[in-house]
């Protein structure tokens, strides 16, 4: 039945976007931490992936979550000489985090999964009403 696999292939999105916005999250509760010792480096954001793969039950491609890899853009400094982690230069190490793309990759990623659940619905809309037609 196709809105069988509307269901499971919708369902994958849901959980791929979950993982994402789990990442995220993350990466916004980490946007100010620093390190624990002097010269250390900071949390560094971590980027997450998806793959396409196919489902031999479905036979269909459904998303699923890729590896989270680290970013490894440069850390920024900022200068603040009485800081644990300050180096000998009184610099310490911030993580490569900008909230404000992280805040446009939650959004993106919550209307995905509102898109995938508009899919759930919308295909529960139409097994409702094949069973009222068949109950009528």
């Known amino acids: 039945m ?5 269901f499971k292939i919708a369902a994958s999105g849901l959980t791929a976007q ?15 931490s620093t390190a624990h010792t002097p010269g250390g480096d900071p949390y560094r954001r971590q980027v997450p992936s998806f793959r396409a793969e196919f489902d031999r ?32 230069d009184g610099y310490v190490k911030t993580p490569n985090v900008d909230p404000l793309i992280e805040s446009m990759d939650m959004r993106e990623a919550q209307r ?20 009222d037609i068949l109950r009528g």
């Open 2 to 6: 196709d809105l069988v696999k509307s």
């Open 18 to 32: 979950t993982g994402r916005m789990r990442v995220i999250a993350e990466n916004m509760a980490n946007a100010n």
């Open 57 to 88: 039950e479905l036979q269909a491609n459904v998303v699923r979550p890729g590896p989270i890899r680290p970013d490894r853009s440069e850390f920024s400094l900022r200068h603040e000489p009485g800081h644990p982690a300050a180096d000998e």
């Open 112 to 131: 995905s999964y509102e898109a995938n659940l508009n899919v759930v619905r919308a295909a529960r809309g139409m097994v409702m009403r094949t069973l």
